[in-house]
């Protein structure tokens, strides 16, 4: 029994070193909650994609993508008990798989999508275990994914929130200040005509007065 879990370990560490990925352990029946960190200014406006690598020649088949819209990148979008959600600012992807099942197992990336083609940001490799405690695994230097119950997952994540409301604030604060302008040239245009009569009567006053004191 040791042995083959000796050989397991050895099969999984060869196959993440010949892959360059990052390791993902989950228990069957709950939920893994997998990042994809990224420089977020050089893929800025780009959707993101989470698809499964069906070969050895690079095939991913696309499982969810982020919303077609990028500044609704942060809502999470569905494809069954996959989800997916992008902090475009904070430059992290995150992939949830619910009820993982053994058939769930295998290798994955986080992609950004530009016109035609795809870069990958991360290259995952997805474990099912049946028992989290099996000491085939405790020496395996992988990256663990906390459980939880998805009622407690943050639906917006905290960078996108404050940067749609700076876009908000910002397109009220230009509107203010183009009806504040107008009214401001409205005013402006009623008072001065009015000014120019006041002027005109008082002249006319004065001439009336000096030819006055010249009959006198």
Known sequence: METLGLLLLLSVAELSQAHNTTVFQGTAGQSLRVSCPYNSLK???????????????????????????????????????????DDALGGTLTITLRDLQAHD??????????????????????????????????????????????????????????FLLACVFLSKLLVASALWAAAWHGHKRRTSPATGLDCGRDRGNQDETLAKLRDT
């Open 43 to 85: 893929h800025w406006g780009r959707r993101k994609a989470w698809c499964r690598q069906l070969d050895e020649g690079g095939l991913c088949q696309q499982v969810v993508s982020t919303h077609p819209a990028w500044l609704l990148s942060f809502l999470k979008r569905r494809n069954g008990s996959t989800a997916i959600t």
């Open 105 to 162: 197992a295998g290798l994955y990336q986080c992609q950004s999508l530009h016109g035609g083609e795809a870069d990958t940001l991360r290259k995952v490799l997805v474990e099912v275990l049946a028992d989290p405690f099996s000491k085939s695994f405790q020496d395996v230097q992988v990256e663990h994914s906390v459980s939880r119950n998805l009622s407690e997952e943050t639906v917006f994540p905290p960078t996108s929130i404050l």
